[in-house]
């Protein structure tokens, strides 16, 4: 069990969620509805966004929340995330943002995703993300979540965004994008690194 004694808390007031996806800053204001923050996008506040160089989804995690707590002199949350299938040995991975071009259309991207698999057998595939919460003295505790599931084809739903179309969470038939928004926060990849954050620095 982690020892929970060792993680720095939050202590309340102001946080940045360093995201400009308005995908993501939806669904992380959604999970810190409980808790006494005040939330605000680095959309919002226009900080720049800082060029995604690392080589895991922990690294840019990290790096994108120590840029925003940097540049803003207050607490930030950042997320990195994105979709592994195992047929493509973890692709798109941390690239799954940028498979959706320069127009970030993610009819595309999912377009590309079933071209690669062509008829591989296994269909199965993860969503990742790294959750790193940083201080602006350059202090991070970070954490991961996954959520295993199964791709379809064609994409099915209209909800929740980037590959959620084609991504059938296990124990269900139905994909994200075909979830009411309230499920998928409290299965997801993003709600299993959450929970961990919430108990290791809300608590
Ligand atoms: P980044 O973390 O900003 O590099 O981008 C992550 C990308 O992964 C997003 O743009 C989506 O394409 C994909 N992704 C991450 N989380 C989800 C999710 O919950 N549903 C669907 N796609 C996701």
Redesign the pocket.
């Known amino acids: 069990m982690t020892n929970l004694k060792n993680h720095r808390r939050f202590k309340g007031g102001r946080l940045i969620v360093a ?3 308005p ?2 800053v939806r ?1 992380i204001k959604a999970l810190l509805d409980p808790f006494s923050a005040e939330v605000i996008s680095a959309g919002e506040l226009s900080l720049p966004e800082p060029e ?1 160089t690392g080589t895991t ?1 922990v690294a ?2 990290e790096l ?1 929340a120590r840029a925003a707590a940097e540049a803003s002199g207050e607490m930030s949350l950042a ?5 592994a299938v195992s047929a493509l040995d973890g692709a ?1 991975g ?7 071009g320069e127009d ?1 259309d ?1 009819g595309l ?1 999912m377009r590309k995703v079933e071209t690669e698999m062509d008829d591989a057998v296994d269909r199965t595939a993860q ?3 790294a959750l790193t919460l940083a201080w602006p003295d350059n202090h991070v505790e970070t954490f991961e979540g996954t ?1 295993s599931g199964t791709l379809v084809f064609p994409p099915r739903g209209e909800r ?5 179309p084609i ?1 059938v969470p296990d124990g269900y038939d139905i994909t ?2 075909e979830m009411a928004p309230e499920k ?1 926060h409290a299965i ?3 709600a299993d690194a959450f929970q961990k954050l919430m108990a290791a620095c809300f608590a």
């Open positions: 995201s400009h996806n995908g993501k669904e995604e989804f840019n995690a994108k997320d990195d995330s994105g979709l798109p941390i690239y799954s943002a940028r498979w959706a970030k993610f991207a969503f990742i993300c959520a929740g965004f980037g590959y959620d991504f994200f994008a998928k997801s990849h993003r």
